[in-house]
């Protein structure tokens, strides 16, 4: 039989069972603006240290209320460090360098495992309240620990394999047209990436200096600076507009440094 009261005091109390975040606003937005992955690594490294400072402090002296805090410190604590796991092993599988982020983090984390370890053996009065938590913290520093000892390189391939043994698996899974309209996805992501076009720059092909032109009026050769003449008088005006702008452009070019380009002589620029 339905009771209303029973429902009425079981509801309302689901929302204190809901998922909490475990970065505050203000570390969310450090998060998004950390976007190379040395510099992710080093934040979230920070972030768990902070994380383990803070239940220390709380653990150094008894106060009424401190388990439930410490209990969600060491769970924060050991959210970030899976996410220090998961950004490590994207870049990886994106064969970005993270040696340098993955160094501040063995440094931490050989640090923060004893320091956790130390907490469960001194056995506090209220550890019943937050053992399972420091338990979980504590396997996961070691896991992540021994990725980031490992050999980088490694790693990477173990990673590799691993995605495309899980790829296959999925397949295996999949309907056969299901199937079918996968294979094609991955094709057209991979003749998009072959195909992708060379960004825009503002480098023009070389044109010879002021010297070298000289020098092929001395010798009466037809190269360079006259060939240039010669394509001007065979092309019409609006021809002649469009290289004129060409040049500029390339004038443009060589004062932002790119290789290979001089700047133009004047009477390239007259109108006839």
Known sequence: MFRPWLALLIF????????????????????????????RLALYTTLARQRLDQAQHLLAEERPGRAGLVHDLLDDYGQIVDAIDTVADDALQRHVNIAV????????????????????????????????????????????LDNSSADLGKRATELRAREAREKKEREADMQPKDRAAQKAADQKAA????????????????RLSRSSRSASFATGSTSGYAVIKAQLDATSRAGRHRYLWG????????????????????ELSKEE
């Open 12 to 39: 309302p109390a689901l929302p204190a069972f809901a998922q909490r975040d475990f970065l505050t606003p203000d570390e969310v937005e450090q998060v998004r603006l950390a976007q190379e992955p040395n510099e």
């Open 101 to 144: 982020g993955m160094k501040a983090v063995t440094d931490a984390e050989k640090a923060m495992l004893p320091a956790l370890e130390k907490i469960r053996d001194s056995q506090p009065k209220d550890i019943a309240r937050y053992e399972f938590v420091l338990s979980q913290a504590i396997d996961t520093t070691r896991d992540s």
């Open 191 to 206: 003749d998009a990436d072959t195909n992708k076009k060379k960004p825009p720059t503002l480098c023009a092909p070389a």
């Open 247 to 266: 040049a500029a452009k390339a004038d443009v070019s060589s004062s932002i440094g790119c290789p290979g380009v001089q700047n133009g002589d004047p």
